[in-house]
């Protein structure tokens, strides 16, 4: 597995494209980037990564959001709704209470379909448009039908994904909905969706754009270089860690990439990579265990269970990416309870952060990993919170204050709030 802090210089195989070309993370097989649909490697089934003859610097990046990264894209435009540029908030109360030197909020939830996602979407419709291919599909626990569905309409591409029945957020839903994607609720969890969408994808019915698609990963990339820009710009430094959640290990693998890519060029030295710390819900927590195990594969859970839907998986499809990123960045993974989820997302919104329960977890877990010792005091810290609070209202109600009924009259409500 070719994945590594180095900074050895790729040479181009003859597969490639402009400097650009699909790369197998097993066996180190080659591909021309446009040429032909495939997902993993034809000799090995490994996951395919997108690789550069010269990774960018941050002197060629121009613009504003997704597109500004552009040098460091395989693509020089996407199919775009002006994705990227997401806030990074101060938190002042939970950087205190906490206690670390710095915190900052990276809300991911300011996109335009209120997730993550449309980084990727926009880069990975852009190469469907370029293979020249007609139906999209995705498995989803919601962000992910959500932006498929507006940036395949966006593309006028058809679009299908597959939900598992009753367990995705009804905020996305409508939003899959209302942006014309064909909507299919499966009798079965998340993974029985994605062996479903890459059976269908193997068949050649559908362009699938899961993470497990390496173009997806490339927009999400664009986080990393976000955070690392405007670190740079507050502190004059980068930061000592990027805590995230993990489901299914996309952010992980493509911050880590990331992050390669700018070593290679050299903009950034080793040793100063961002300790990459995922977090995962305790009912559904199959990295933490390989992480803790220190084991090279992350077995399968069957039966996963918890209130922080977007993160709801047992098969990370990119944890042989994101394993290698956690280690080699001297970062850890962690589990927390729905009821430290619910608690960060009730401190978030206290500080002004709306966001949905899997966004949570990420303050949830650096909280968790500062009162064990794991993170110091002295360290300068991004939380990257993935999607917005009204992708699932019902948790944010839930985790607010009830209503308080009170009578249609001034000294009503007078003596109601005396109570």
């Not at 990276?106 to 379909?113: A, L, R, S």
Request: with cysteine; glycine share 10%.
């Amino acid at each position: 597995m070719s994945l590594s802090l180095s900074a050895e210089e790729e040479e181009s195989p003859a597969e490639a494209v402009d400097g650009v070309w699909l790369e197998c993370i097993e066996c180190g097989e080659t591909y021309a980037p446009f040429e032909d649909v495939r997902y993993t490697c034809d000799e090995c089934d490994g996951l395919l990564e997108v690789r550069y003859t010269d990774p960018a610097t941050f002197e060629e990046f121009e613009g504003e959001g997704v597109w500004r990264y552009s040098a460091a894209l395989p693509l020089e435009e996407g199919v775009s709704i002006q994705e990227g540029a997401t806030p990074l908030y101060e938190a002042p109360r939970l950087e205190d209470d906490i206690g670390v030197e710095a915190l900052r909020i990276k809300h991911e939830g300011m996109n335009p379909t209120g997730s993550f996602k449309d980084r990727g979407m926009t880069v990975g419709v852009a190469v469907a448009r370029e293979l020249g291919v007609g139906r999209l599909a995705c498995a989803s626990t919601g962000n992910t039908s959500a932006a498929l569905a507006a940036y395949g309409s966006r593309g006028g591409m058809e679009t299908l994904v597959l939900l598992p029945a009753g367990k995705v957020a009804a905020g996305k839903v409508g939003q899959a909905a209302l942006h014309d994607a064909r909507i299919l609720e499966v009798d079965g969890n998340f993974d029985a969706c994605l062996d479903v969408v890459r059976d269908l994808a193997d068949r050649g019915e559908v362009y699938l754009l899961n993470s497990l698609n390496p173009f997806r990963l490339e927009g999400q990339k664009t986080i990393g270089l976000e955070i690392l820009e405007a670190f740079q710009a507050d502190y004059g430094t980068w930061p000592d860690r990027i805590v995230l959640p993990v489901g299914n290990a996309g952010n992980t693998s493509a911050l880590y990439k990331a992050f390669r890519e700018l070593v290679a060029a050299g903009a950034i030295e080793p040793e100063e990579v961002p300790k990459l710390t995922g977090v995962q819900a305790e009912g559904a927590a199959p990295m933490v265990e390989a992480v803790e195990n220190d084991a090279d594969d992350v077995r399968r859970w069957e039966e996963v269970e918890t209130r922080a839907t977007a993160i709801r998986i047992g098969n990370p499809v990119n944890a042989p990416k994101a394993l290698p990123g956690i280690r080699e960045t001297g970062g850890t993974a962690v589990a927390v309870s729905d009821d430290e989820i619910t608690e960060a997302q009730r401190d978030l919104a206290a500080e002004g952060i709306g966001v949905e329960p899997a966004s949570a977890a990420s303050v949830a877990g650096l909280r968790k990993l500062r009162a064990e010792g794991v993170v110091g005091e002295d360290e300068r810290v991004a939380c990257l919170t993935t999607g917005h609070m009204l992708k699932d209202p019902d948790a944010a109600a839930e985790a607010g204050n009830e209503p308080e009924p009170v009578p249609a009259d001034t000294e009503g409500v007078l003596e109601h709030l005396e109570d």
